[in-house]
């Protein structure tokens, strides 16, 4: 079974910053894309950035320059550094892994940006 567990939403100010971790554990033999996306109100589910296993990582254009990605392959972990942060930030991310014909999504995380 393939369990993936996110943290690190809430409420924060325009300006400030949040961190978001997912974690991936399970029968996984190789995790080739793992990366995050979002989803606002009355929108579709974009993508935000990922990082291809020993590959480039991909930004939206939107968020370029302010959230920083790691992934750390040996934990199958993945953390994105939420900088300067705009009330056009506020969505459920969701955390989202993939490899041959597996395609996994955790439950999401509330981000809020607001004062």
């Known amino acids: 079974q393939v369990q993936l567990v996110e943290s690190g939403g809430g409420l924060v100010q325009p300006g400030g910053s949040l961190r978001l971790s997912c974690t991936a554990s399970?029968?996984?033999?190789?995790?080739?894309?793992m990366g995050w996306y979002r989803q606002a109100p009355g929108k579709e589910r974009e993508l935000v950035t990922q990082?291809?296993?020993?590959?480039?990582?991909t930004y939206a254009d939107s968020v370029k320059g302010r959230f920083p990605i790691s992934r750390e392959y040996s934990k199958n972990t993945v953390s994105l550094q939420m900088n300067n942060l705009k009330p056009e930030d506020t969505a459920v991310y969701y955390c989202?892994?993939?490899?041959?014909?597996?395609?996994?999504w955790g439950q999401g995380t509330q981000v809020t940006v607001s004062s």
């Open positions: 990082v291809p296993y020993g590959g480039e990582t």
């Open positions: 989202r892994i993939f490899w041959a014909r597996f395609d996994y």
């Open positions: 399970g029968n996984i033999p190789r995790i080739n894309f």
